[in-house]
């Protein structure tokens, strides 16, 4: 099943607002019925060796999908959607 082997990162400083994020791709990812993890990186090192400038990012199966904003849940759904179910 292509979702057992997805991955799911949510990279963000651990601010609210990358809080939201992470929180919301867990719900999207649950009302998508997928039994994946959503991994919420926090550690700077990590996000500088991502080398991800615009945060918080959603990054899926190592390709960043959105950085610099909180996408609402419809979206973050469209984007799990077109990045591991197809």
């Known amino acids: ?3 057992q082997q997805a991955k799911i990162q949510i ?3 651990g601010c609210p607002t990358c809080q939201k994020l992470h929180e919301s791709a867990d719900r999207a990812v649950a009302q998508l019925g997928l039994d ?3 991994e919420y990186i926090t550690d700077l090192k ?4 991502a080398g991800l400038m615009s945060l918080p990012a959603i990054v899926i199966n190592g390709k960043m999908v959105s950085g610099g904003l909180v996408p ?8 799990i959607d ?4 197809s």
């Open 82 to 85: 077109q990045n591991i179910k």
């Open 46 to 49: 990590k996000i500088m060796a």
């Open 11 to 13: 990279y963000g400083t």
């Open 36 to 38: 994946i993890e959503v």
């Open 1 to 3: 099943m292509a979702d």
């Open 72 to 79: 609402d849940l419809k979206k973050i759904k469209a984007l």
